[in-house]
C-alpha cells in the first residue's frame, strides 16, 4: 500500500521561477490498484511520480509504502521497491552496454553487488527465458549493445527491467509517448501482461484518455498540481472519454474564469 | 630512428598504458572529465621515490596506488556531495595536491633514485637480468589489464560501467550512484598514480612537475587508440587504450627523431589531441564542403 499524504512541492524556491507544481496533494493506492493519471501538460504528473521515487525533495508532507515511512530516503534506496519506466527511452538503459548486462543489472537489484561475476551461465539462461515472453526476438541478440535498439524495444526491455525484481509500485511516466503507434500498442499490451499477472501497484501517466479508461481499475485527473477527479468502479466503468473530456473542460472552464475574473479585479 | 630509441618508446609506451587505462576509466567508463590527473601522477611518483630511498621499491606501487586513489576520492567528494563541476572539482584537487606532493618530497622539487633500489633491479642474479627493463613493465602491464579486465566484468564493474552511461538508470536500480563514482575516481587516479610510480622508478628521478599535461596525453592514447584500434568490445577498447599508448610515445620518438625540440613536446600533445577531438567535426565538414562543390 503506497500513501501520499499532504504533499507540497514547488520548483525554484525563492527565485522569479518559483512553481508550485503540487499543492497538498493526498491519495492511497491499495495493492494491486492500476492507477491511470491524466492532466494537461504541466498539471505535475511526472512531478507526482518523481516525488514518490525521490527524484525531487518534497516542501513538506509525507509518503508511507507499506507504512514505512519512506519521505526522507534517497532516491536510490526508494528504487529498491519502485520500479520506473522513463517517457524517454534513453533513459531507461545504458546504451553501451549489452542487453545481457543491462538485464543482468536489474537482476541484481537488491542484492550485493560485489566481485562475483556480472553474469553466471543460470542467469544467462533465465534472462534469455524472459526476453522471449516479450515476443520481439530480442533473445536471439543478448549480446548487442542496446544502443542499437529502437525506441520501442528500449522501453520493452526498460519495463522488463522494472519488473525483473518485483517492485512493490510501478510508475509509468507516458511511457508510450515517444513511440510510432505500433510501437506504442505493443509496449501498452506487455504493459498489461505484467502488470496483469503479477498484480502489480501501478501509478501510470497517459496522455492518451482511451488508455485512462481501459486501463486499470482507477483515474484520477491532475489539474494545477492538485488531483481534480478520482473515478473508480461503477462511476468510471460508465465513463466514456467524451465524458471524462467533458469533465476535464468543466474543471479547467472555471479555472479559465477564475482566471479572468483575476484579470477583471486588475 | 635507433633500435634503441624505438624500444625505448615501446618500453615508455607500457608504463604510460597504465596511465591512460586510468584516463579511460574516468573520461570513457565514468565520463567524467578528470583533471585531476595531472596531480595523483606525480603523487605517485613521489610516494614511489620515498618508498625506494626507505628501500621499499615494490612496496611503493602499491602505495603509490592508495595515495592516488584517495585523491580521486577528493575529487569525487567535491562532484558527489558538494556539486561542484567535475572540471572543477578536478582543477581544485589538482592545485592542493601540488603542495601535498611537494611534502610528500620532503619539499624538494625533484629527487633522484640513481642510487636507490627499485624494481628494475629485482631480477638481478637471474638469466633474466638484462631484459628486466622491458620485462617488468609488461608483466605489470598484463598484470593491470588482467584484473582490470576481470573486474569491469563483476557485479561492481557492470553498475559501475551503467553508472557512465546512464546514472539515472542506476539509480533507478537502486545503487548509490555517488558511491559508484567514489570508487570509480578511486580506481582511475590508482592506476595513473601506480603509473606515476612506475616511471618514477624507470627513470631513476621523480620531479614535482613530471605529471603536467598528462591527462592531455592520456587522453591522446586513449582517442588514438579508439580511431585506430575500435571501440567494439571491452577487451578491444581496453587492448585500443593500451595500443594508442605505444602509438603515442612511437609518435613521439619519431618527432624527436626528425629534430623537434623536446621542449614543444606539450605544444604536439595538444596538437593531437585537439585533431583526435575534432576529426568527427572536420570530417562532417568535409563531406559538406564535397557536396556542395558536387553541386
Ligand atoms: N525540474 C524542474 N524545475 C523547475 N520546474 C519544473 C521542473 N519539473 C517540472 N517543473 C514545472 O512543474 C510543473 C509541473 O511539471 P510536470 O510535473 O512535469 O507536469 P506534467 O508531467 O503533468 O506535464 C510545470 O509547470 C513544470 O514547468
Ligand atoms: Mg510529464
Known sequence: MLEIQHVSLTFGQGTINEKQALKNVSFTLKDGDFVTVIGSNGSGKSTLLNSISGVYEMDCGRIFLDDVDISFWPEYKRSRFVGRVFQDPLLGTAYAMTIEENLAMALMKGQQHGLQPGISSKESAYLKEQLSRLDLGLEDR????????????????????????????????????????????????????????????????????????????????????????????EERQNMTVEGLVELFNQKNQGEKLENDRMLLQL | MTIIAFQGAIILGMIYAIMAVGVFISFRTLDIPDLTVDSSFVTGAAVSA????????????????????????????????????????GILVMLGLYSVNLRIMGNRANISLLNQPTIFQSLEGTPLADQAEWLIPLALLLLVIGLLYGFLKTRFGFILRGTGDNQQMVRALGVDTSKMILAGMALANGLVGLCGAVLAQYQSYCDISMGVGMVVIGLASVIIGEVIFGIRSLFRRLLAVVLGAIVYRIVIAFALNLGMPSTDLKLVSAIIVTLALSLPVLKAKYFLWQKRRKG
Open chain 1, 142 to 233: 543478448m549480446k548487442d549493445k542496446v544502443g542499437l535498439l529502437s525506441g520501442g524495444q528500449r522501453q520493452a526491455l526498460t519495463l522488463l527491467m522494472a519488473t525483473l525484481v518485483m517492485p512493490k509500485v510501478l510508475l509509468l511516466d507516458e511511457h508510450t509517448a515517444a513511440l510510432d503507434p505500433a510501437s506504442a500498442r505493443k509496449v501498452m499490451e506487455l504493459t498489461r501482461e505484467i502488470v496483469g499477472k503479477n498484480q502489480l501497484t501501478t501509478l501510470m501517466v497517459t496522455h492518451n484518455m482511451q488508455q485512462a479508461l481501459s486501463y486499470g481499475n482507477r483515474t484520477i485527473m491532475m489539474n494545477e498540481g492538485g488531483i481534480i477527479l478520482d473515478l473508480e468502479g
Open chain 2, 50 to 89: 620515498v618508498f625506494c630511498v626507505a628501500g621499499h621499491p615494490w612496496l611503493a606501487l602499491p602505495a603509490g596506488f592508495l595515495a592516488s586513489a584517495v585523491a580521486g576520492m577528493v575529487t569525487a567528494v567535491l562532484n558527489t556531495h558538494l556539486k561542484i563541476q567535475p572540471l572543477l572539482a
